[in-house]
């Protein structure tokens, strides 16, 4: 009985555990509806959303050359971004929120 | 004649008089006119030297003269105005008084914005005329430019005569006057009498140029212009109260002991660094403590960008935003005004602030203060860096040092990343991306060239502005558009001896194109790059921002951004104000269009390019939707 009540007592403490980190990892993750998990996805919000809003991705669908192009845009604005990083956005985008098909 | 030339060098009569007189006792014209002229400069000396040492002249004329004598006393040269026939008594005066020049600008909004650019490059005083209130209302959005700006700018329009006329709501006639301009200047004020002419001058000038700088205006009723008055006209120096204040000595330690202490500093600068001259200070300060600088949206670039301490401009208005340093725990602002277009505050919680400024209205209005020093900037920079320098220590040196370090590899790690504009993969196209032209532009430009920027939607990048020696900005803060080619002209009439470039976006340039005119009848060699994107992209993105997804997205229709079909032409605009132009659709043409600015500005001429710029953006179309009629 009393083994019952100590491996409930872990199992509880064990989900209560896994529980408050999927809360933590859920208040630590950038809320940003709208925006699928996806390679890009992090680089995307960690550095795009310090000035802009979701909006601004919402309604422009274009090809990844054309994100690619408003990303170095960007950079002239002054973002500070690597190659690699603007890369991970354009595929990103370029998948995510890609030209609607006519 | 000895007795007409002693009236006219004593005015008691006119130049109108003199003629008359010497025709009358049987002179030619041609001959009168060649006595007049010879005693110009003579009339002139004898004018220069009639201010005595008490800085005091008694001057007899009419109302008009005694304005046009009280400016000479308050050090004015040039004199902006539009035709206005009631400031005839002003115009008769100018005549004999060459040393007052009257710059007639064909359009009140530009012309107050050249007068404006003229003060801001000379540092000297100017004075803007309209006539009357329907000319005061086209000057009014310059006024509200001069009052964000804090530009000590003097406007002055008369009012409907009170012999007969005032007070039936007559023409051009508006009750109150004075008093539609006082949200948007420092001091207005009526004269009553014609004799007090030069003293509500005087206390427009005196208040216009006491900090915090900003604009004023006097009025009086046209007839006064025309009475005959004997009155007193005083040299400027005698009333200026010369405000320039050193910082509370107290504050100062606590400031000092903050900054010595602080784990990473963080100093932003404004127009204020600039107008004080104290560049060079603002430096000094900063490599003492190896402090990160940045800057807020102000006119100038009040610090050397190239400088490795510089870690760019606040992207959103915000020290958080900044990439570095992303936590300083003590803030200070030198000069800058914190211009909010947000709800949240600029300086965050949490950071100890020092505020170093001399406008001390604005000071607490928004962020908690911890160190207000209200001061002239230079004054207030160099008793701050004795007080530091008196409590840097071996270790705080040492501390002080890895921080530089720190920061100037971040600065050359930006500078890098700042370069990668030109990997966009749309950077040949024609139309032009908006970059490209900033970016052969900045190429272009001497190293010592002033940059007048009033293309909105546009970030300069690549100019590497250096206050203290070499490019300097001139932007466009207040934001009332229109002001760009004015504000070009003027500073050019100021620093004639400074490559001059205007860049102004299409929607800011149709707002106040005339002073081309000007630039073309003085021979002032601006060269003005219009980014024509025929249309108005801050607000196209704007309303996209408010509303997602709503209908204006889904059926493509905008009704307030697009400004094509027809496509306006500015080269056609520049040419029908004589000025040479020419329309740029490619890098390639551009590049040849800034070589033959070069050589049209080497003869002394202005010039003008209409670049064509690429719309890009959420739901631009190649031809966008026109509202039907």
Redesign the interface.
């Known amino acids: 009985m009393e083994l019952r009540r100590i491996a409930l007592i872990c199992a509880t403490l064990f989900l209560a555990l896994v529980l408050s980190r999927g809360a933590l990892a859920q208040q630590q993750k950038p809320a940003a509806p709208g925006f699928p998990d996806a390679p890009g996805k992090n680089v995307l919000v960690s550095k795009c959303f310090q000035c802009h809003t979701p909006a601004m991705w919402m309604d422009q669908r274009q090809d990844r050359r054309g994100w690619e192009s408003t990303l170095y845009r960007m950079v002239g604005r002054g973002a500070l971004w690597t190659e690699d990083e603007i890369k991970a956005m354009a595929d990103y985008l370029g998948t995510v929120y890609a030209r609607k098909p006519q | 004649m000895r007795e007409l030339v002693a009236r006219y060098l004593s005015h008691s009569i006119s130049r109108r008089g003199f003629l008359k007189g010497l025709t009358t006792a049987g002179i030619s014209v041609a001959a009168a006119e060649s006595i007049l002229e010879s005693l110009v400069p003579v009339a002139h000396a004898q004018d220069a030297g009639r201010i005595g040492a008490d800085g005091i002249k008694v001057v007899e004329g009419t109302g008009g003269q005694c304005m046009a004598e009280q400016l000479i006393a308050s050090g004015v040269k040039y004199v902006f105005g539009n035709s206005a026939s009631e400031d005839a008594q002003f115009y008769e005066a100018l005549v004999d008084r060459p040393q007052l020049k009257y710059i007639l600008t064909p359009h009140e909004g530009p012309g107050a914005a050249m007068a404006a650019g003229y003060l801001k490059a000379s540092g000297e005083p100017t004075i803007v005329m309209q006539a009357a209130v329907v000319g005061l209302t086209n000057a009014m959005g310059q006024m509200f430019n001069a009052f964000k700006e804090q530009t000590p700018l003097v406007f002055y329009s008369y009012r409907t005569d009170q012999s007969g006329r005032a007070g039936r709501d007559g023409f051009e006639e508006v009750a109150n006057q004075e008093q539609i301009v006082a949200p948007l200047t420092k001091y207005s004020w009526l004269s009553r009498r014609a004799d007090m002419i030069p003293e509500t001058l005087r206390r427009a000038f005196k208040a216009a140029w006491t900090p915090p700088y900003g604009p004023t205006y006097c009025s009086w009723h046209s007839d006064l212009n025309d009475q005959r008055v004997r009155t007193e006209v005083i040299a400027q120096e005698k009333v200026d109260p010369r405000m320039r204040v050193r910082p509370n000595p107290a504050e100062v330690e606590r400031a000092a002991k903050l900054l010595v202490e602080a784990r990473m500093p963080l100093m932003i600068v404004g127009d204020e660094v600039t107008s004080t001259k104290a560049v060079a200070k603002a430096v000094k300060l900063a490599e003492l403590l190896g402090m990160p600088v940045t800057q807020a949206r102000q006119i100038y670039a009040s610090f050397p960008e190239a400088h490795p301490l510089w870690v760019?401009?606040l992207?959103?208005g915000r020290t958080s935003?900044l990439?570095f340093p992303k936590d300083p725990d003590v803030i200070i602002n030198v000069g800058n005004k914190l211009q909010h277009n947000s709800p949240a505050a600029m300086v965050p919680r949490g950071p100890k602030f020092i505020d170093l400024r001399i406008d001390s209205w604005s000071m607490g209005n928004v962020m908690p203060t911890d160190v207000p020093l209200v001061a002239d900037v230079a004054y207030g920079l160099d008793d701050l860096t004795a007080a530091v320098s008196q409590l840097v220590t071996n270790s705080i040196k040492e501390k002080a040092k890895a921080r530089h370090e720190e920061v100037r590899r971040f600065s050359e790690?930006?500078r890098t990343?700042?370069q990668?504009?030109s990997?966009?993969?749309?950077w040949d196209r024609s139309p032009m991306?908006?970059?490209r032209v900033?970016a052969e532009i900045a190429q272009f430009a001497e190293r010592d060239a002033i940059i007048v920027h009033e293309a909105g939607s546009v970030?300069l990048?690549g100019f590497d502005f250096n206050p203290d020696g070499g490019r300097e900005l001139f932007y466009y803060y207040g934001a009332h558009l229109g002001s760009g080619v004015g504000t070009a002209a003027g500073v050019k009439l100021a620093r004639p001896k400074r490559q001059v470039i205007c860049l102004v976006g299409d929607g800011s340039f149709i707002f106040g194109p005339t002073a081309l005119w000007n630039m073309a009848r003085l021979e002032l060699p601006v060269i003005t790059v219009v980014y024509n994107n025929h249309a108005y992209s801050g607000p196209h993105s704007r309303v996209?921002?408010k509303i997602?997804?709503g209908r204006m997205?889904q059926t493509g229709q905008f009704y307030h951004d697009y400004l094509g079909n027809p496509d306006m032409n500015m080269a056609y605009i520049a040419k029908g104000f004589g000025v040479e132009a020419e329309v740029a659709q490619s890098p390639a043409q551009l590049k040849a269009a800034l070589g033959r600015a070069r050589k049209a500005t080497l003869d002394g001429k202005p010039y003008l390019i209409d670049a064509q710029v690429a719309r890009?953006?959420?739901?631009w179309a190649d031809k966008p939707w026109i509202p039907s009629r």
């Open positions: 760019g401009y992207p959103v935003s990439d790690r930006a990343l700042r990668l504009v990997k966009n993969p749309d991306l908006a970059d900033t970030a990048h996209i921002e997602p997804g997205i890009v953006g959420v739901a």
